[in-house]
């Protein structure tokens, strides 16, 4: 059974700074994966889709890469803003969704 | 931009009660989802949905569940007899032409309370 870790659960930074939010999965026989943004009480917003083809993908100031054969995938925010500010999450397929990094960005 | 909509946004209802979510799913889209979110917890998956069948389903998704696609835009949740901790949101997705290559797209969600 597929198991998605995130790593950290929470996570407070300063605006402007850029930050690295962590996805760890257990089997590698994945097709692809996605990252989403939830804000509180909202549905998962898309963010980003990873092939298993592919290393990274990029949109804006947000780059994910994907390492399949170590498990790992990486969401890179650059220059955050308090507009960032929300849960993120990492889900292989359909059963596998990672429990989120709540991210909060302060002015 | 094409989304996927839910109605109702919220409902409560009694347990032993049946209640019907509903989506509409983006227009071009071949597979569907239900999944669920607890209060705090993780987004579980339910059931996919593909060419008017079930494609795939998870343990949660046992007897008291059933999905139905009635006609070309609408894709619903049937709780046959709600019990209290089936409150939870509920979230319908969509995605392209397969399953494997194309992003999914969330609804806003249901929320259903369970009294």
């Known amino acids: 059974k597929q198991e998605v870790t995130q790593i950290p659960a929470a996570l407070s930074v300063p605006e402007g700074e850029n930050l690295v939010l962590n996805c760890s999965f257990t089997d590698s026989a994945i097709y692809n994966l996605q990252w989403f943004r939830q804000d509180p009480g909202k549905g998962l917003t898309s963010l980003l889709l990873i092939q298993s083809s592919q290393r990274e993908q990029t949109s804006g100031r947000l780059n994910a890469s994907l390492d399949k054969s170590s498990g790992r995938s990486t969401l890179y925010i650059a220059a955050s803003q308090p507009g960032d500010s929300a849960t993120y999450l990492c889900?292989?397929?359909?059963?596998?969704f990672g429990a989120g990094t709540r991210l909060t960005v302060k002015p | 931009e094409p989304e996927v909509t839910q109605t109702p946004s919220h409902q409560v209802t009694q347990m032993g009660q049946e209640v019907i979510l509903h989506c509409v799913p983006i227009s071009n889209h071949l597979y569907f989802y239900w999944y669920r979110q607890i209060l705090g917890q993780k987004v579980e998956f339910l059931v996919s949905f593909y060419n008017n069948e079930i494609s795939e389903k998870s343990e949660i998704f046992d007897d008291q569940f059933s999905v139905e696609r009635p006609d070309g835009s609408n894709f619903t949740l049937k709780i046959r007899s709600t019990k209290l901790e089936d409150s939870a949101m509920y979230f319908c997705a969509s995605g392209g032409r397969d399953r494997y290559h194309y992003e999914q797209y969330f609804g806003p969600g249901t929320r259903l309370t369970v009294t």
């Open positions: 889900a292989v397929k359909e059963s596998g």
